[in-house]
């Protein structure tokens, strides 16, 4: 099916004339007790396909509004992204987790607006309208629904608790305090069972939209629902969900998406990763073409003379110091030919060679920065008829087009961390190391038989999976898997002390791979509450980029203070 893009624009023109006429301004009454306008229309209920088609577009055009946010509330309270002095006060406000009540990024009318129109399109949807036994608007019914479930965690993530409601607020003189305030646990109670009977109604897909796989504009159910269950530590639960999505939509892990030397010299190499950002995107927020149009300024921000986004500086020279396992196979090598450094995930770097991966050197002069943020870069188009006055050195304007909520690296990490919580830290490592296929599960020299023993579903690759290669070849060589010394699990205690070894591998990995795309914070507050101390893990890693690590960690030890008020 092939929808042409200035179809889809009239489309979400009609829609938003009529809807957001009535929501915006009283969304923006939203919180405010004395309003007693009515947002919606009793009688407006979706009765035909268009109709359903007009609701969903109207909502991933509100998407677009915190996909920014999204980056950079995920971003600056983790460890990886770092501000200069160009920074706003309220960026520097989230990046030292001190926050003020007139920050520009602590307003929550875009979220709930987006949930409250959620509500208006799951109360009005008519699942029950048939075309050959197909209910032919239930895939737009589990859409919306898993959009309202991914917004609900994400203000719950940046406040620490969400206002929970199923229906549409029609007078808004009902106050939004008059509903619970739940925090994640009590959420994921909620939204668990409220997306489990969609795991299985077909993914919405309207076919080609503005150059990208439309399906990518919606959320995988059983992505949401394994992180919801990954939070939970119900890691059987989680790992059965990322398998069943990888199985089902046939998500693999190839070699084309590698950064690798081409030989041991490091003169040449090849830089297939720096496509992934795009190239393996599973979900994502995403933009029009038309410079016109409303555009994050993630570009801006990072890939600019004067940056205000970069790199912390402690991750850069983390990266640069990973070992790399150089092994020669065009020359039909078997082993470990060079040990060298370096992930080339963030940059390969050699004296004869300098290629961005997520991050490089600034190329615009110099400016006191060492490296900025490339990674954005990877998702722009540009108008020669127009340039950026905050961006001149780039030459035209250049703006993004998609935000990447989910990509495939997502998936095969999380299950590597739900596999591991679930008693299986050789085959959790294995996912890093040695690729995630039947071939491998079943080698007693790479996983432990006793983790295997029960064959699990979950455990269960079919030919699908016979190519996979291990994500930490992806950047740190192709010989990473016949390493027999240094990238091992070391000989420990116990099983738990295996388990949370693997798990920082693992956090490693997430870094590697997914850095700066708005995920960092949840890695570390997901992380963090699987283990007994939370929230520890988080505090540890943040604090050292404090002035005063020891001051900083006493205060984030306390979980209150990671989230706006």
Known sequence: MKIRTNNIRAFIYIFLVSLLAISSTSCEDMLDTESTDYAFDREGNLKNPNDSLYSVMGILSQLQKIGERYVLLGELRGDLMALTDKASVSLKEISQLQFTADNEYADKVDYYSIINNCNYAIARMDTTLTNYQDKIMLPEFAAIKTIRAWTYLQIAQIFGTAYYYTEPILNLETSMQQYPALNMEQLIDKLIPDLLPYIDVRPLDYGSIDGWNSRCFFIPVRMLLGDMYLYQNNYTQAAVMYHDLMEKQYYTLNKIYC?????????????GHTSTYIGEIMSMIAYSTDARDYHTSLFRLSYNARPVLVPEESFVEKM??????????????TKIDAYLSGDLRGVAKSPSVSSPGSFGPLVFGTTGVKNIIVKYSRAITSSESGWDPENEEVGMLYYPIAIPIYRIPHLYLRYAE?????????LAFAVLKHGLRQEVVDSATIVNPAEVAAKETYIQFNSTFDSNIPTAMRGRGQGVNLDKTEYVIPALPTREDSILFVEDCILDELAAETSFEGNRFFDLLRISHHRSNHPELMADKVSVRFPD???AKARLMTIDNWYMK
């Open 320 to 333: 640069n110091a990973s070992m790399y396992f150089f092994s020669d196979i065009n020359k039909g090598s």
């Open 259 to 271: 950064t690798f030397w081409d030989d041991r010299n490091r003169s040449s190499a090849t830089t």
């Open 418 to 426: 739900a596999v591991n919580r679930a008693g299986k830290p050789s």
């Open 549 to 551: 690590p020891a001051a």
